[in-house]
């Protein structure tokens, strides 16, 4: 046999795993709803043969209707108590049980009764729930109530030999029903202590994945900044000298004073996206109408939007009260209106506006230019990754994250020739601020 044989066999022998409150409710709940079936079944048969059997005795019937009520009792117990201790509570509805069980084996006085699969119940719960030992004298319990009801009336001496052999066979059922619950119970054990240990393996797995992809996306984070400032400095670099050859003349030298104000204003351009994408603070949500931030990022990019030769919408929408950082919001939408308007073709038209949705509310922004390439869309929002020839790479960076900030995202909405739109979500409920 192998290890996993000799854990098989150990866990029949030993005690079973620690009962967890949760499970034994289930489990519990559902003994009680035996319990209750069987006690339903044997009145029913009771009546059905009651020419063969008589009349229910009143003492059977008043042990058995309180025995009802009790575990209805039981059942409501279970629905709501965080103070059970299911190990000593297992151990209790065990012998309640067999307690239960002798009451009606002395009640019967010993006549040949079919109340004997009561003890069935017990010894499916000490399966379940007992160390081997307490299986063990559970299963000699109800085998010795069994052969109690037989010895009762008159004593040994007037017991019938067949009687005793029903009794002996009854007591080997109980003992070969528990030997095969608790060889299905103590595989279910080893199949969920493999679960948990797949579990575990997953979670360690998945945070080590999750600190890896943080390291490689702050290397290539670090990669794309060095190479966005290594073009316009190297620019700068030559331009300087450049400007420092002899017998440069005064129009070369003003070209590369130029493109030196230019490579500067680049990189000034490039440090203040970055800041602005990796200083996130947590938004200062205030209750405003929509139409607010909308018109104030309307009115920062309008003069750009003229000098591009292009036509700016604002969609009219009801006076919407929702809860938003008004400086975040705003910016978020001047880096989609700016990235609109790049992408826009001289004479066509920028439309923005907001939409109310059971979540919340969603900010657009759509121009009338050409599709994003499909593979352009995966990358979308990834830091320092452009198209444009002087973009910086961080417009939709800056925007999503702001989104996420507020619990919210950045969607690319529409995606088709001349009708290109994206979606802020924001939800109405403030969620934790969590930065991207």
């Known amino acids: 046999m192998g290890p996993n044989s000799f854990d098989f066999v150990a866990g029949i022998w030993g005690s079973p795993p620690p009962l967890e409150l949760g499970a034994f409710r289930r489990q519990n709940s559902l003994l009680i709803l035996l319990s209750l079936w069987v006690l339903l079944c044997l009145l029913g048969i009771h009546l ?3 020419p063969i059997l008589g009349a229910l005795a009143a003492p059977i019937a008043l042990a058995l209707g309180i025995r009802f009520l009790l575990l209805l009792g039981e059942l409501l117990l279970m629905s709501g108590q965080a103070w059970i201790r299911p190990s000593t509570f297992a151990r209790t509805t065990v012998a309640v049980h067999l307690l239960f069980a002798f009451i009606l084996a002395r009640i019967n006085s010993g006549q040949e009764s079919h109340y004997v699969v009561l003890l069935v119940i017990p010894v499916l719960a000490s399966a379940f729930w007992l160390s081997l030992p307490g299986m063990a004298a559970t299963v000699l319990a109800a085998s010795a109530l069994t052969l109690f009801q037989v010895w009762t009336p008159v004593g040994p001496a007037g017991g019938v030999l067949i009687e005793y052999f029903e009794a002996t066979t009854v007591a080997l059922i109980f003992l070969l029903f528990a030997i095969i ?14 679960v948990r240990a797949g579990m575990e393996e997953l979670a360690r797995t998945r945070d080590r994945l999750v600190q890896e992809e943080k390291l490689a996306a702050i290397g290539r984070l670090s990669g794309a900044i060095a190479h966005e400032i290594r073009n316009p400095v190297a620019m ?3 331009a300087l000298m450049a400007t420092r050859r002899p017998g440069a003349s ?15 204003l680049r990189l000034e351009r490039l440090t203040e996206d970055f800041l602005a ?9 205030r209750r405003m109408d929509i139409a607010t931030a909308l018109g104030s990022a309307a009115g ?8 591009a030769g292009l036509e700016l919408e604002i969609t009219p929408s009801a006076n919407w009260i929702t809860s938003y950082d ?5 910016q978020a939408l001047l880096n989609l209106l700016i990235n609109a308007v790049e992408a826009t073709p001289r004479g066509r038209r920028i439309r923005m506006g907001a939409r109310k949705e059971r979540s919340g509310v969603v900010f657009f922004v759509e121009n009338e230019g050409a599709a994003i390439p499909t593979a352009v869309i995966a990358r979308l929002g990834e830091p320092f990754f452009t198209t444009k020839p002087k973009g910086t790479g961080l417009g939709l960076a800056i925007a999503r994250s ?6 919210g995202d950045l969607l690319l909405e529409e995606n088709r020739e001349a009708c290109i739109r994206f979606g802020l979500k924001i939800p109405e409920e403030e969620s934790p601020w969590a930065p991207s």
């Open 48 to 50: 059905v043969f009651r």
């Open 181 to 194: 619950v608790r060889l299905l119970v103590v595989q279910q054990w080893h199949q969920e202590a493999e």
């Open 236 to 238: 700068i670099r030559t």
């Open 250 to 264: 005064l129009e070369s030298r003003e070209e590369f004073f130029d493109i030196l104000a230019q490579e500067s």
């Open 277 to 285: 994408y990796a200083r996130q603070r947590r938004p200062d949500r």
């Open 300 to 307: 920062l990019v309008r003069a750009r939007v003229q000098e």
């Open 326 to 330: 008004p400086f975040q919001i705003q």
């Open 402 to 407: 702001l989104a996420v900030g507020h619990g």
